[in-house]
Structures are given as C-alpha cells and as structure tokens.
C-alpha cells in the first residue's frame, strides 16, 4: 500500500514538470514544425473508383470484349484530332460528300484526300455512317464495298458483316450504296451519288 501510495506522489509531481516543459517550447520553434508538417504533407491520389467516375469515355459493346492490352492500344489510338469539316468515329475521320459521282469517280476523290470509301463492319459502324448521311440531308451515299468474285471492301478489311436492304443481279450492280433508312443496296456504279470518305487514325 505505501508502494502504491509513493508512485501516486511521484507521478502527480511529473506531470506539472510534462506540461511546463511542452509549455516551455519557443513560439517560433512551433510554427517551423507546422511548415515542415505542410511541406512534408502527401497528397492522396484518388481512389480507382474516384478516377473511374472523373474519366468518361464512350464505348461501343464490341470495345468492351477486347482483353487489356488490345483496349490500351485502341485508346492510345483515340488521341487524334480530325481535320475541319470531317466527323471523329473510333479510330477514323469521316467527310460526307453531298455532291453525286459515279463509284470509282468517288473514291478517286477520297484519295486525293488520303482517303477510301470506307467498310462496315457492324451495325454500329453502319448507325454511324446512316446518321452522317441524314445530318447533311441525304438519304444515300457511296460505300467501299465492289463485287469482284465476291462482295469485297476497298480497304481490303473481311467481308463480314451483311445489312442488305434490296440485292440487285451483280452482273450490271457491283457496289454498294447505303440507304440512310434501311440497309444497303447495290447499285450501277455508273450512278451519280453523294459518297463518304474515311481517313484512318494514322492519316488524320
């Protein structure tokens, strides 16, 4: 009991020397120690949810089924801008070309521009390319597709996706045309029409 009773003595009489001492510190001395503690301060990166929520990007379905290096490269591929007058769609400018010309007469004209009448390769692609055709007031324009032996794109791209709308005998309508309503047709490359052109990523 007095072994109890000494050490309460002998703490109550360090604690008023404790506090003294703090109270003892020079004020200047205080506030270097409050610049250090601000110079010294790490900003805290946002949480992945935080940056996720800042970032808005738009995908297609079809972008959501790449694997991660494959999207990493179609976003670093999205860093470019297209030139006056030409529409950005996934890694490509497009330009509607209201005045008619015969198919080949089209895409000579798209080259010049460094670049083709361009491919389809779902229905997003197509939306696009119907909405492009709508907003310049036409109901129809050139797209890269031509029979030879087969429906076949200008850019040399797989043939893989169809959205006829009427299929005419290919022996005298060998490229096709799309339909700002309903599908594609093809039609007598002869024929006077508004075209579209598309300049890729690398050429914009």
């Known amino acids: ?21 703090v109270e003892a510190v020079p004020e200047d001395l205080n506030q270097d120690i409050v610049q250090l503690e601000a110079e010294n301060k790490v900003e805290m990166a946002p949480s992945p949810v935080e940056a996720e929520n800042k970032v808005e990007m738009a995908f297609s379905p079809d972008d959501m089924t790449v694997d991660g290096g494959e999207m990493a490269a179609q976003l670093e591929g999205r860093s470019f801008l297209c030139p006056a007058g030409w529409v950005r769609y996934r890694d490509g400018c497009y330009l509607y070309v209201t005045s008619g010309r015969s198919w080949t007469s089209a895409e000579a004209y798209c080259s010049r521009l460094g670049a083709s009448l361009p491919s389809v390769h779902n229905i997003w692609d197509y939306s696009f390319l ?34 006829w709308s ?39």
Request: aromatic share 10%; glycine share 6%.
């Open 1 to 21: 009991m007095k072994t109890l009773l000494l050490l309460m003595v002998l703490l109550c009489a360090a604690l008023p020397v404790r506090a003294s001492a």
């Open 130 to 163: 119907q909405q492009l055709a709508s907003r310049s007031g036409q109901t129809t324009a050139w797209l890269g597709g031509h029979y030879f032996l087969g429906w076949r794109w200008l850019d040399q791209s797989q043939f893989d996706y169809s959205n």
């Open 166 to 204: 009427t299929v005419n005998t290919v022996s005298r309508f060998q490229c096709i045309h799309l339909n700002s309503r309903v599908g594609w047709s093809n039609n007598n490359c002869a024929s006077a029409l508004p075209f579209i052109c598309v300049r890729r990523s690398d050429t914009c």
